[in-house]
Nanobody
Framework: VQLQAFGGGLVQPGGSLRLSCAAS????????MSWYRQVPGKQRELVAS???????SYTESVKGRFIISRDNAKNTVYLQSNSLKPEDTAVYYC?????????????WGRGTLVTVSS
């Protein structure tokens, strides 16, 4: 199984980015999908999650600015990030609980860098 993330980059404060992460390979089904982020020297932080049924949750600092969604037919999760702030600068990682021939396992993408700066 591979999780491949796209969409990071440099954006000015107040701008927007859309991250996407596609899962491929040995997949029977996908349970929760999430986005985490990490700044050097700090612990990885859960940003947003979405269940297989579409129920979402967000960390307090991104509520009202970020929207997580998924396309189950494409095994893809998205993170629409709006009104970006310098403190949103981090490497963003996608995460998924995937059912396959090996059972239920956790998989991580490699990360995509988001830099918010003028």
């Amino acid at each position: 199984v591979q999780l491949q993330a796209f969409g990071g980059g440099l954006v000015q404060p107040g701008g927007s980015l859309r991250l996407s992460c596609a899962a491929s390979g040995n997949i029977f089904g996908i349970n929760d999908m999430s986005w985490y982020r990490q700044v050097p020297g700090k612990q990885r932080e859960l940003v947003a999650s979405i269940t297989g049924g579409g129920r979402t949750s967000y960390t307090e600092s991104v509520k009202g600015r970020f929207i997580i969604s998924r396309d189950n037919a494409k095994n893809t999760v998205y993170l629409q990030s709006n009104s970006l702030k310098p403190e949103d600068t981090a490497v963003y990682y996608c995460h998924a609980n995937i059912y396959n021939s090996r059972g239920l396992n956790i998989y991580w993408g490699r990360g995509t860098l988001v830099t918010v700066s003028s």
